[in-house]
């Protein structure tokens, strides 16, 4: 079940400027960075309660990101909905017709289990689907 927004994911060309901006200009809490080698993503989130915003940037220069921000520039990215049980939700949108970018959910930031429904499905809006590991 869809519990929260976890997360507004924004894709940006400078990281460490963007981090800046969030954290100095707008006055955000920084929680940190985190390099994410499933999804080749470096991420940093700024926790507002009861959601975050994420900033997502390629990896060593290449995976998802990169093609993204090559295409479009930065941007928003995706939107990211919690879920109590991943596996369960994912068989249910399956059953209606919904596809995703991956066969099963792969380990996300935070060690959560996550997973991304095809924007075409969505109205062109990437939705990833978040299940948080126990612990966090
Ligand atoms: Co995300």
Known sequence: MITALDHIAIAVPDFEGAVKRFMEDFGLPFEG????????????????????????????????????????????????????NIDEDVARLQKKGYQFLSEAPTPGAHGARVIFIHPKCCDGVLIELSQPSDNH
């Open 33 to 84: 960075t985190e390099d994410v080698a499933s999804a080749k993503t470096s991420t940093a989130f700024f926790p507002l309660p009861p959601t975050s915003i994420e900033l997502v940037h390629p990896l060593n220069g290449e995976g998802p990101i990169a093609k993204y921000l090559e295409k479009r520039g930065g941007g928003l990215h995706h939107l990211c909905f919690r879920t109590d």
